[in-house]
């Protein structure tokens, strides 16, 4: 090959490129033979390294951020007084008494996170077949979210609407026959669960137990009772996945027959994601929500791309506990992983995130 053949055309400098060790070297002292003047250009004109010289610079061109008004911090309360006991399975994380949730949300608002999502348990020995803990006006969440609107006013409460720490067989629903899940005799119970959360003060009710028409059966209820301004978050592509475990730790929430498969999504499906947010809307969803989060971001993107609503990923407890467990060993540093992971979730696409670092990571951000 002539020397002049390497001049920095177009097609030699994508040559050059892709072929990387073919043909002859480029000699690094030799001046590129062309002017600047063609478009498409590449290397040696072209150095995406100057954009990156340091962090002013990075900042500047920086396409995708996350700041802790945009973070969901999820609160696990539990019946009593005093209580704030760390839970085994999500370290930082705790199971808190109505009294605590209200001192917890308060730093939380006072950190500058966008809101709290909570989840409840009964008392000891309060399961029961069908969950009537979920609806319980005296029930661990209604108590939290009165405690907490009065220790931190203007902070948006919203509550994980499921009957699965509630049931002693811990699935999502009421059993039907031959061990399914009986769908359409679990709406009323979810609906009522939906209305006490609203009658106690919720901003938001999140339905996360995946049966079909619960969306449009507590949309009604709330409205039957002139709850119009309460939202609804549903949980519309929610995945049947392993990262729930340590979760289900914590809320003792493991089904003692069976899975969640016969309602959760199969992991390997994304049209029927977007046919699941479709119907949510249809029913009066105000925002959907992708979960989890990290192994779904190719979800995020195709929700993000054909709806125009708020899209809100759960960075699930999974996701949580890997990183807390890999970084006590000291094989990665916590916080520039999970900041990583909040960054590639926006970067999909996600409006807000549910994540347990929300409160942390507030402090991560100027
Ligand atoms: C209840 C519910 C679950 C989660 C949120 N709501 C568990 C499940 O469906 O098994 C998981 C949250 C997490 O793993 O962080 N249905």
Not at 114 to 139: H, I, M, S, T
Not at 228 to 256: L, N
Not at 319 to 329: I, N
Request: proline share 7%; glycine share 12%.
């Amino acid at each position: 090959m002539a020397e002049g053949a390497c001049a920095v055309s177009g097609l030699a400098g994508r040559g050059a490129m892709d072929g990387g060790m073919e043909g002859e070297p480029h000699s690094p002292v030799q001046a590129p033979a062309a002017p600047a003047r063609h478009e498409g250009a590449f290397f040696p004109v072209v150095r995406p390294r100057r954009l990156r010289t340091g962090e002013p610079m990075r900042a500047l061109v920086r396409e995708t951020a996350w700041s802790a008004r945009q973070l969901i911090q999820p609160l696990f309360v539990v019946p009593g007084r005093g209580i704030r006991q760390e839970i085994a399975s999500m370290p930082g994380q705790f199971h808190l008494s109505p009294d605590r949730a209200g001192q917890e949300a308060k730093a939380i608002q006072a950190a500058g996170v966008g809101a709290v999502l909570l989840f409840g348990q009964p008392e000891a020995g309060g399961k029961d077949p069908v969950g009537r803990g979920a609806w319980a006006p005296d029930g661990a969440v209604p108590e939290a979210i009165a405690e907490i609107r009065a220790a931190a006013p203007g902070l948006i409460v919203m509550t994980d609407v499921c009957l699965c720490a509630y049931t002693d067989h811990g699935h999502c629903g009421v059993p039907g026959h031959a061990g399914d899940i009986d769908n359409d005799a679990t709406l009323p119970l979810l609906a009522r669960t939906a209305l006490a959360h609203a009658r106690a003060g919720a901003d938001v009710v999140a339905p996360s137990d995946m049966m079909d028409g619960r969306v449009g059966a507590i949309r009604t209820a709330l409205d039957g009772e002139g709850f119009t301004r309460v939202a609804i978050m549903a949980y519309s592509a929610k995945y049947a996945s392993a990262f729930y475990g340590p979760f289900r730790e914590a809320e003792d929430s493991t089904p003692a027959f069976g899975d969640r498969r016969g309602y959760q999504m199969d992991p390997a499906n994304v049209r029927e994601a977007l046919r699941e947010v479709e119907l949510d809307l249809g029913e009066g969803a105000d925002m959907v929500m992708v979960k989890p989060a990290l192994a779904y971001l190719d979800v995020i993107r195709a929700v993000r791309e054909r709806f125009d609503v708020p899209v809100i990923a759960y960075n699930v407890s999974g996701e949580y506990a890997m990183v807390k467990a890999a970084a006590e060993r000291g094989w990665c540093d916590e916080r520039a992983v999970a900041g990583e992971m909040l960054t590639a979730i926006r970067r999909a696409g996600a409006d807000a995130i549910i994540t347990y670092w929300a409160r942390e990571a507030s402090g991560w951000v100027s």
